[in-house]
Nanobody, 122 residues
Framework: QVQLVETGGGLVQPGDSLKLSCTASGRTFTSISMGWFRQAPGKERVFVAAISWSRGRTLQADSVKGRFTISRDNAKNTVYLQMNSLKPEDTAVYYC???????????????WGQGTQVTVSS
């Protein structure tokens, strides 16, 4: 059974940085992709970024390009989301997901973490 555990959320001020982590367990990970999605209050969950496990190819939503960076540590089965220059509109629950394809399509991901809250407020 695959498990994804996110950590690193919290309350920060506009302009601050935060780094989220997601560690996967339960199987051997080879040809997979891992992604980050977020859901703001009253809104649908949307794609943020994704990375392929083997080659490290990445995808990012336009709204976070230049501010957020996704990376992975294969040895630790962990994917990171470095978030810089945070804005109030980045406030959301951030979810980690695991799938086969490198894609921004939510339904392509088979496993999901429980989510971690990120709040950007002055």
């Amino acid at each position: 059974q695959v498990q994804l555990v996110e950590t690193g959320g919290g309350l920060v001020q506009p302009g601050d940085s935060l780094k989220l982590s997601c560690t996967a367990s339960g199987r051997t990970f080879t040809s997979i992709s891992m992604g980050w999605f977020r859901q703001a209050p009253g809104k649908e969950r949307v794609f943020v970024a994704a990375i392929s496990w083997s080659r490290g190819r990445t995808l990012q939503a336009d709204s976070v390009k230049g501010r957020f960076t996704i990376s992975r540590d294969n040895a630790k089965n962990t994917v990171y989301l470095q978030m810089n220059s945070l804005k109030p509109e980045d406030t959301a629950v951030y979810y980690c997901a695991l799938g086969v394809l490198l894609t921004s399509t939510e339904k392509s991901y088979d496993y999901w973490g429980q989510g971690t809250q990120v709040t950007v407020s002055s």
